[in-house]
């Protein structure tokens, strides 16, 4: 695995710390009574649900190595207070694509965070890429697939 920090909020290190709790005190658990009782039943070359047992321990366990390693190498996103004068990881961003009307907003996040949905975009997506170290009034472009586009920045909180 690659040992390049992983920014997180403090909400999202919270949600990883949790799920691994969690995967470890939980699921861990509940994948071993799964795979006891299908044990139980003998002849594991034609038991599907010892395989499907053998399967989800191993999803489970694979998890947990993720996280432990995404957690070790976290850094948090401090959140400050006051004007923000250029975009930072962490950052909420109204933008505005050029010849537009309508306003975006989208918040700055590591990619172990990433939601367009919910308005994070990932510091390494070419939009978040573009938006890091700029200001308020300064036009971004972005090489999106549809061609090139254009976005100026209206409000950084």
Excluded: C
Aim: net charge negative; aromatic share 6%.
């Amino acid at each position: 695995m690659s040992e390049q920090p992983i920014y997180l909020t403090r909400e999202g290190y919270q949600k990883l710390l949790e799920e691994l709790e969690y995967l470890r005190t939980v699921r861990r658990q509940e994948v071993a009574k799964r795979l006891n009782l299908a044990m139980d039943e003998g002849n594991y070359d034609e038991n599907a649900e010892y395989e499907a047992a053998k399967i989800e321990q191993a999803f489970v366990e694979g998890r947990i190595m993720t996280l432990e390693s995404m957690l070790r190498r976290a850094v948090i996103i401090e959140e400050t207070t006051g004007p923000k004068t250029f975009v930072t990881l962490g950052s909420w961003v109204t933008i505005q694509e050029e010849g537009g009307s309508a306003m975006e907003r989208y918040q700055v996040v590591g990619s172990a965070e990433a939601d367009p949905a919910r308005g994070r975009i990932s510091n390494e997506s070419p939009l978040g890429q573009a938006l890091l170290g700029h200001r308020v009034g300064d036009v971004v472009t972005v090489n999106a697939p549809d061609g090139v586009l254009r976005f100026r920045i209206l409000r950084i909180e």
